[in-house]
């Protein structure tokens, strides 16, 4: 890359960065926080702040922009789906807070659909629950849901992925209707589902108790979270955190999920910008990047591309590619290893059980886009 001081920070200490084409990514640092964010942080190096009162007025803020009864800064998305669980099975009664991860005596199960079990339920089971399926591999009714709830049912988890709706599941509707109508909350892994504006809180607007959001789709730091849901429901989560170990002097299972006072101040900025841009330029932006990747690759035997008309959600638009091994030497995942192998690195890959690449704009900095496309092609060419 003609900008020779790329990275330099980690290469000064023997690491080596990426040019990251596969999107918003844990593994690769997940976000970049945005200008407005970056400088609301720096404004809160310059006091201290209680915590407690902090946590509050933020929470408070935040769920009057996405219009939900109640929020959460939560150390990412994931320490919400902790948080919330622990909260679903202790409460607020302080002993049994106290008590977790070790549920005896308490509603320990979180019912989850079989077919919707995914690799971030794990989140849920840290505070100690134990997940109960639900269903079969081919499709799930409401006879299934009232047959699944018992004495130590606490929570129905649901797993909301607007971009692709499953027909075969039951519908967020009815998780609702049936589990509320046997005293049981509900709680929703929405992480990504932050476009249409619509959908950011959609699922607590709809009755859900309990709804997460990964504020690193947002553009602040990818460590943190939010937790959206009823007033009850965030007060017992608010219970649960770090925040109250220290403030109250009472042991839940959240200490070691601790967010910055700097890094709540930027959250509440990155909702801010989300809720007042104009998405229209963002996803002009995004299509335009992805063609800029697909444009190298066109008409190279061998190789099928494809534009990913997506807009729903944290990633819009995107590129796939298939690769004929016959054709080209190659297959998918010889091409992300080679890819991986370069200099700079370029990072994508061939999703579990799937048979292409897929490459993301997300992640791009400024003339990326164009490089991962050359970058690609030159494989090709070889």
Known sequence: MADTSWGEIYKELGAKPVINATGSVTMLGGSTPFPEVKEAMAQADGAYIYLLD???KAGDAIAKMVDVPAAYLTSGAGSALTLATAAAMAGDDDDKIQQLPNTSGMKNEILIQTRQRYWYD???????????????????????LEKAIGPNTAAVHYYAVE?????Q??????????????????????????????????????????QCVAAKYLGAPQSV???????????????QS???????????????????????????????????????VRLIDAEQKCRNMMAPLMGIPGVKVESIANIIGHQPYGVNIEVDPAVTGM???????????????????????????TLHAFGLYPGEDEVVGQRIAELFRK
Not at 122 to 142: I, K
Request: hydrophobic share 40%; proline share 4%; glycine share 10%.
């Open 225 to 239: 979270g939010l937790a959206l849901g009823s007033e009850e429901m965030i007060r017992k989560i608010g219970l």
């Open 122 to 144: 794990r989140c849920l089971e840290l505070a100690g629950a134990t997940l109960v399926d639900f269903g079969s591999e081919e499709e799930t009714t409401a006879e299934d």
């Open 163 to 167: 971009q692709e709706p499953d027909p």
């Open 54 to 56: 902090l946590q509050e």
């Open 169 to 210: 599941a039951l519908s967020l509707e009815q998780t609702i209707e049936i589990a509320h109508a046997h005293g049981v909350l509900v709680t929703v892994d929405a992480a990504g589902q932050i476009y249409p504006l619509e959908n950011f809180g959609k699922y607590v607007r709809m009755g859900a108790d309990f």
């Open 331 to 357: 297959t998918n995942q010889e091409v992300v290893d080679r890819l991986k192998a370069g200099d700079p690195p370029v990072w994508t890959r061939v999703r579990e059980g799937e048979d292409r690449i």
């Open 242 to 280: 770090f925040a109250s170990y220290e403030g109250r002097r009472v042991r839940g299972i959240g200490r070691p999920q601790k967010v910055d006072r700097q890094e709540i101040i930027g959250a509440v900025a990155a909702v801010r910008r989300w809720m007042t841009l104009n998405h229209e």
